[in-house]
């Protein structure tokens, strides 16, 4: 993995981490575009980068982490989940991690989903975060799961998700990035020390890509989770419900045409 290839992904984690389109797997197919998918660094590196992405909520919604101590408590009910399923499925989901066709049929999928929720889900009754119950938190984090098949979207998951419990659209965003902090935070922790345990080594030169990365998603990020929020109030789902149908039927047919994603 070089340094260009450092930057091209970490720029994707920044732009997709928070939209609805999953951002491990537009990794996933950029990475076997550039037949590095199969590397264990690049594994890690998908991951651990997230959270350079995920830091920029804390820098925007700074005073929201510091407003009570029932936030918190929810943030952790919803994180139940995914911290169970994780930690029984991680071997499963490395497994996906390489499979460009789980993706492109969960982009699709997703997609089709992302098409009609405006008008599933259009009647929200809570407005604020303060409103949210633990036992609605904790079905969020349910939802949360989904996003463990790669090509679900992890924030995509938890605001239809959140919308499917009477959440606002503003709101079921603003959780779903909130609830992303522990969960990636946790995720990276993991994933740092299976890659120890599997007898691997980070070199001087893959920390500084791993610094690299984090930073330049993190600056990404900060750009595009406001645009996101005013778009997703103003328009809804649906132009990322077509992007992600077309974006998966055109790596079906690559697929299906015999390329193997391995070009570069």
Same mark, same amino acid.
């Given at each position: 993995?070089?340094?260009f290839q450092t930057?091209?992904?970490a720029?994707?984690?920044g732009l997709t981490e *928070?939209?609805?389109?999953s951002? !491990?797997?537009?990794?996933?197919?950029a990475?076997?575009?550039?037949?590095?998918? !199969?590397?264990? =660094?690049? +594994?890690?590196f998908t991951?651990?980068i997230?959270?350079?992405?995920?830091?920029?909520?804390?820098?925007?919604?700074? +005073?929201?982490?510091?407003?009570?101590?029932? *936030?918190?408590?929810?943030?952790?009910?919803?994180?139940?989940?995914a911290a169970?399923?994780? =930690?029984?499925?991680?071997?499963k989901?490395d497994?996906?991690?390489?499979?460009?066709?789980?993706?492109?049929?969960?982009l699709?999928?997703?997609?089709?989903?992302?098409?009609?929720?405006?008008?599933?889900?259009?009647?929200p009754?809570?407005h604020?975060?303060?409103? &949210?119950t *633990?036992?609605?938190?904790?079905k969020?984090g349910? =939802?949360?799961c989904?996003?463990?098949i790669?090509? !679900?979207?992890?924030?995509?998951?938890?605001?239809?998700?959140?919308?499917?419990? +009477?959440?606002?659209?503003?709101v079921?965003a603003?959780f779903?990035?909130f609830?992303a902090?522990p969960?990636?935070?946790?995720? !990276?922790?993991?994933k740092?020390l299976?890659?120890?345990?599997e007898?691997?080594? &980070?070199s001087?030169?893959? &920390?500084q890509?791993?610094?690299v990365?984090?930073?330049v998603? =993190?600056?990404?990020?900060?750009?595009?989770?406001?645009?996101?929020?005013?778009?997703?109030n103003?328009?809804? *789902?649906?132009?990322?419900?077509?992007y992600?149908? &077309?974006?998966?039927?055109?790596i079906?047919a690559l697929?299906?045409?015999?390329?193997n994603l391995?070009?570069i």
């Amino acid at each position: 993995m070089n340094f260009f290839q450092t930057i091209v992904l970490a720029i994707i984690e920044g732009l997709t981490e *928070f939209l609805p389109v999953s951002s !491990t797997g537009h990794m996933i197919i950029a990475s076997s575009f550039m037949g590095i998918a !199969t590397d264990p =660094f690049v +594994k890690l590196f998908t991951i651990v980068i997230q959270l350079g992405a995920i830091l920029s909520v804390v820098v925007l919604y700074f +005073k929201r982490f510091f407003q009570s101590i029932n *936030f918190y408590l929810k943030l952790f009910v919803a994180f139940i989940p995914a911290a169970i399923f994780g =930690f029984l499925l991680s071997d499963k989901i490395d497994e996906l991690l390489e499979s460009p066709l789980t993706v492109a049929v969960s982009l699709v999928v997703g997609g089709i989903i992302l098409l009609f929720v405006d008008k599933w889900f259009n009647q929200p009754t809570i407005h604020e975060e303060k409103e &949210i119950t *633990f036992l609605t938190a904790f079905k969020i984090g349910l =939802f949360q799961c989904l996003a463990m098949i790669p090509g !679900t979207s992890r924030s995509g998951a938890s605001i239809v998700g959140g919308m499917s419990l +009477k959440l606002s659209r503003k709101v079921a965003a603003e959780f779903s990035f909130f609830l992303a902090v522990p969960t990636m935070v946790a995720a !990276t922790g993991k994933k740092l020390l299976d890659f120890y345990k599997e007898g691997h080594t &980070i070199s001087h030169d893959q &920390i500084q890509l791993l610094a690299v990365g984090n930073i330049v998603a =993190f600056i990404v990020a900060l750009l595009a989770i406001k645009s996101f929020i005013g778009y997703l109030n103003k328009n809804g *789902f649906k132009l990322f419900g077509w992007y992600r149908i &077309i974006a998966g039927l055109i790596i079906i047919a690559l697929l299906q045409s015999g390329h193997n994603l391995q070009i570069i």
